[in-house]
């Protein structure tokens, strides 16, 4: 996109460069003067096109910088909602961690009491069944 638009402004620039030269050139010769005055008033034209030149190309480049700068501020804004989403995510996914080895820790806790009482009953039992022998 940004190549279309330098290469409008780019024949943009040469028209009307070209076009005034070819107006002024046509004007001239056309014009009853001597050389003398024709070579001045040439020399004028081209100076005067040389300047309207120069202010056309400042213009085009305070647009572009415009340009970039509202590219760079945009690009900007978008980097931080990203960075703030993903922050938001890694959060999100803090918090589930922290549930899922709570849960792990309580359900632990209760394995190894269930493991425990198992076990004690196993002893029991297997006391008690040597006793009865």
Do not use: C, W
């Amino acid at each position: 996109m940004a190549e279309e638009k330098s290469g409008l402004s780019k024949g943009l620039l040469i028209g009307f460069v070209a076009g005034a030269i070819a107006g002024a050139i046509t004007a001239l010769l056309y014009a009853p003067k001597s050389g003398k005055e024709l070579r001045s008033d040439l020399k004028q034209k081209a100076e005067d096109l040389k300047r309207d030149a120069g202010e056309y190309a400042k213009a085009a480049r305070a647009k572009a910088m415009d340009i970039i700068n509202k590219g760079k501020s945009h690009s900007g804004n978008i980097v931080a909602e990203v960075s703030d989403e993903a922050s938001k995510i890694l959060d999100d996914a803090d918090k589930v961690l922290s549930d899922i080895r709570e849960r792990v820790a309580d359900e632990g806790g209760r394995i190894k009491t269930a493991f425990r009482a198992g076990a004690e009953t196993y002893k029991a039992n297997k006391d008690r069944s040597r006793n009865s022998i």
